[in-house]
């Protein structure tokens, strides 16, 4: 089993920055994925930003050159920094886990407000 916490949302004006941080705890494998999704109200759950144990990312066009995602393999942890916020980056952000073939985990999610 896999459990995702996440910590760092909170309130902040447009322009500003926030670091979300994800730790995962239970068996963790090397070729698993970890990313950020978010929801808005009444929005479908989309992705910000994933990245695999080597490194690769990919980011949605929305967020490029604002957000950078990082991971930490050894402590199993995946951050996400995120600068010149805007009101429209409103949203629940969720920490993800993805394994291969089609197993995904999530955590309980952290509040994002970017005030305008």
């Known amino acids: 089993q896999v459990r995702l916490v996440e910590s760092g949302g909170g309130l902040v004006q447009a322009g500003g920055s926030l670091k979300l941080s994800c730790a995962a705890s239970?068996?963790?494998?090397?070729?698993?994925?970890m990313g950020w999704y978010r929801q808005a109200p009444g929005k479908q759950r989309e992705l910000v930003a994933r990245?695999?144990?080597?490194?690769?990312?990919n980011y949605a066009d929305l967020v490029k050159g604002r957000f950078t995602i990082s991971r930490d393999n050894a402590k199993n942890t995946v951050d996400l920094q995120m600068n010149s916020l805007k009101p429209e980056d409103t949203a629940v952000y969720y920490c993800?886990?993805?394994?291969?073939?089609?197993?995904?985990?999530w955590g309980q999610g952290t509040q994002v407000t970017v005030s305008s």
């Open positions: 239970g068996v963790i494998f090397s070729s698993d994925a």
């Open positions: 993800n886990l993805a394994r291969l073939p089609t197993q995904y985990y």
């Open positions: 990245i695999t144990s080597g490194g690769s990312t």
